[in-house]
């Protein structure tokens, strides 16, 4: 009898103890908040605009039907050597997530912001809501060349 009552007693504490979840106070903190979609940027956040091209240099940007591998991969690894330090590919970080970048920005919008980031930060609405969206962190100035911006810009249709 006491093995049984044993056992019964072993039982119900495995089960009390098992999927019981408790919410607790406080706030959480996720570092990795993934880019927001188009419905949550349109409804508060910064907005699409398609048309915008931003201040600086290039005025008009025309991408051929297909992707330039060569000039993607010289892109890609700029992108790896300067720009990981801030943005990813899917994920926020200190910027923007970089997939899907020209369903939210023309290419000459992309190209002004990594030429000029200064200027752009200065003039350009949506640069701005960016800066305060991303709690200040300024986009540095790299100094690239066109060219350089021009691989940059064809690597991200890759994403």
């Known amino acids: 009898m006491k093995k049984v009552v044993l056992f019964l007693a072993l039982g119900a504490l495995i089960a009390s103890c098992g999927e ?3 919410k607790k106070e ?3 903190v996720n570092r990795t908040k993934t880019e927001t979609t188009k419905a949550d940027a349109e409804s508060g956040g910064v907005p699409i605009d ?3 091209k931003g ?4 005025k008009n940007v025309e991408f051929a039907d297909e992707i330039d591998t060569e000039l993607a991969a010289k892109g890609e690894a700029t992108f790896n050597s300067v720009c990981v330090a801030c943005h990813m590919v899917d994920k926020r970080m200190i910027g923007p997530a970089m997939k ?3 369903e939210r920005r023309s290419p000459e919008w992309v190209m002004n ?3 000029n980031p200064d200027g752009m930060l200065k003039e350009d609405p949506i640069a701005k809501a960016l800066l305060k969206e991303y709690n200040n962190a300024i986009m540095l100035n790299q100094n690239l060349t ?5 691989e940059l810009a064809e690597y991200l249709r890759t994403l």
């Not at 066109?146 to 021009?150: F, M, N, S």
Request: glycine letters at 12%.
């Open 113 to 115: 912001m990594i030429l």
């Open 100 to 102: 899907g970048v020209y």
């Open 20 to 22: 019981k979840k408790e």
């Open 26 to 28: 406080g706030f959480e």
């Open 50 to 52: 398609l048309d915008n």
């Open 55 to 58: 201040v600086g240099p290039i």
């Open 146 to 150: 066109e060219d350089q911006a021009r």
